[in-house]
């Protein structure tokens, strides 16, 4: 059975139109709008999505820090208190086990931000491996998660918040503050590659705060959004989905994330692996569409006869106005420019290599 949000009844009064993904039931959109007002919302105004399914476990003990270094394959030894880092969880051999961003709040206290469909597996993996004086504490069921996305998202929190309670830079989070008089950690973070805030707090205050936050967005636009737009805003700015760019197959270094595999830390699991397989021969890339057709996920890809790789993501684009898709490919045809066909139900269609991220916002 499904599981539900705190704020399930919302979506549904909202006209959310609720499909079942990681386990749980969400909006996919909202009616009257659709994926494309509600992608553009963020892009141009502001949006905001219940991503309380995703996961929160914290590690917690004087070990935490040595169990997160053994665990992720990023470097933590340097991390500042407030500060929040993406990175991998790999298995023996190089595989991804997940993706997700951790959080520090001081020495002895970490947050890992995982994957809704992997919960219970992260859980199950981390505590197998766990040394030490370090406990793992499963927070998910009580912890209720907001992203207000787009380019009018501080000045909406401001509105609710004091200036010096909202996180300045990029990847940092601040502790136990107040929204509008709701005690929240809240972090500039984000899956859309749009200035954002993701906002934390107790189940119970789900309903406030998402009120709070659609009431003080009114003049400024802001919209409820749903896994649709979450999906192709995150797809426009090149970011990977588990289940679809990153496995327990592919690598790190395969899907283009050396930016947080460090291969020069003492260890982690799954170094050993990477190390020993060296470069790798394919790689993630991106694909403009330029025959007609949407090429999504699992299409096989030719370069004339030979099968060069597997599209691993794709739709239209809202923001560009053409179809893309992402790519693992061999590393002989990644270059820009390459002209290759993507197989959909035995029709090919003309695709040409070009760089990611396909959308980038101005600063």
């Not at 006209?15 to 009257?32: D, E, I, N, R």
């Not at 499963?138 to 010096?164: C, F, N, R, T, W």
Request: net charge negative.
């Amino acid at each position: 059975m499904e599981l539900k949000t705190p704020l399930y009844e919302q979506h549904v009064q909202l006209g959310g139109k609720m499909v079942s993904f990681g386990g749980y039931l969400l909006p996919v959109t909202y009616k009257p709008t659709s994926l494309i007002i509600e992608h553009e919302a963020v892009r141009n105004e502001a949006g905001l999505f219940d991503v309380s399914h995703m996961g929160s476990i914290f590690l917690e003990g004087k070990d935490a820090l040595e169990n997160v270094q053994n665990l992720l394959s990023n470097d933590f030894s340097t991390m500042e208190v407030g500060q929040v880092k993406y990175t991998l969880m790999c298995n023996e051999a190089g595989g991804i086990v997940d993706d997700f961003i951790v959080y520090k709040y001081n020495d002895e206290k970490f947050m890992l931000v995982v994957n809704a469909a992997n919960r219970e597996k992260d859980a199950n993996w981390i505590k197998q491996h766990l040394t030490g004086d370090c406990l793992m504490n499963d927070q998910s069921d009580a912890i209720a998660i907001l992203a207000l996305q787009g380019p009018l998202s501080e000045k909406i929190l401001k509105k609710l918040m004091k200036e010096e309670d909202i996180p300045a830079k990029f990847y940092t989070f601040l502790e136990n503050r107040s929204l509008d008089g709701v005690s929240v950690d809240i972090s500039q973070t984000g899956y859309t590659g749009e200035l954002g805030f993701e906002i934390y707090f107790k189940n119970e205050d789900a309903t406030t705060v998402w009120n709070k936050l659609l009431e003080a967005g009114k003049e400024e636009g802001l919209i409820p959004c749903g896994l649709g737009a979450r999906d192709t805003l995150r797809l426009e700015a090149g970011l990977p989905l588990y289940g679809n760019e990153l496995t327990d197959e592919i690598t790190p270094l395969e899907a283009k994330l050396k930016f947080a595999t460090k291969l020069k830390k003492d260890h982690f699991i799954g170094k050993d692996a990477l190390v020993e397989k060296g470069e790798p021969t394919r790689t993630r890339i991106g694909a403009k569409v330029t025959g007609k057709g949407i090429v999504r996920e699992h299409a096989p890809i030719f370069s004339g006869e030979e099968e060069v790789g597997i599209s691993t993501s794709g739709s239209h684009s809202p923001t560009l106005g053409y179809p893309i898709a992402s790519l693992l490919i061999d590393k002989a045809y990644a270059e820009p420019g390459t002209q290759l066909e993507a197989e959909v139900r035995g029709r090919r269609i003309p695709i040409e290599v070009v760089k990611l991220p396909f959308y980038k916002r101005e600063k």
